[in-house]
């Protein structure tokens, strides 16, 4: 599903449970995630999904939050971060940090992954060399 900005005939977004949260709210969550975690969040128009990076230093670059998959991006990428300041995390390849950062996005998130974030979650994680996404 597509959601625009602002319009009065967007519908809805998310789970039945959680309606009308709209893309500003899903911005301001990120946006106190971050803080929270002492993460800087750079919204950069330019980027797609697939260019979104996390840096160790406590910075992400995320593309705008125009839909549910760049919220989700969002939040996987501050996942990173999240999770890696964890001592003691079980798993330390590129497959464990990919995982750990998609179950950090879905324990924090405000609504369930729509069709095409779901579309978009699997692919990057199979363009990780994950196999079953659940
Ligand atoms: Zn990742």
Redesign the pocket.
């Known amino acids: 599903m597509r959601v625009q900005d602002g319009g009065g005939d967007a519908e809805p977004i998310g789970a039945p449970a959680v309606t009308g949260v709209s893309l500003d709210a899903l911005r301001t969550h990120v946006l106190a995630l971050a803080e929270g975690l002492g993460v800087k969040v750079f919204f950069r128009p330019e980027l797609s999904v697939w260019e979104a990076e996390a840096f160790p230093f406590g910075e992400v670059d995320v593309p705008l939050i125009t839909g549910i998959l760049e919220y989700y991006c969002a939040l ?1 990428e501050i996942g ?1 971060l999240a999770m890696s300041a964890l001592p003691g995390l079980p798993g330390v390849g590129e497959l464990d ?2 995982h750990h ?1 998609h179950a950090w996005a879905r324990s924090v998130a405000l609504v369930e992954p729509d069709e095409r974030a779901v579309w978009g979650l699997e692919v990057a994680w199979r363009s990780h060399g994950g196999e079953v996404w659940e």
């Open positions: 996987h990173h940090r990919e950062a």
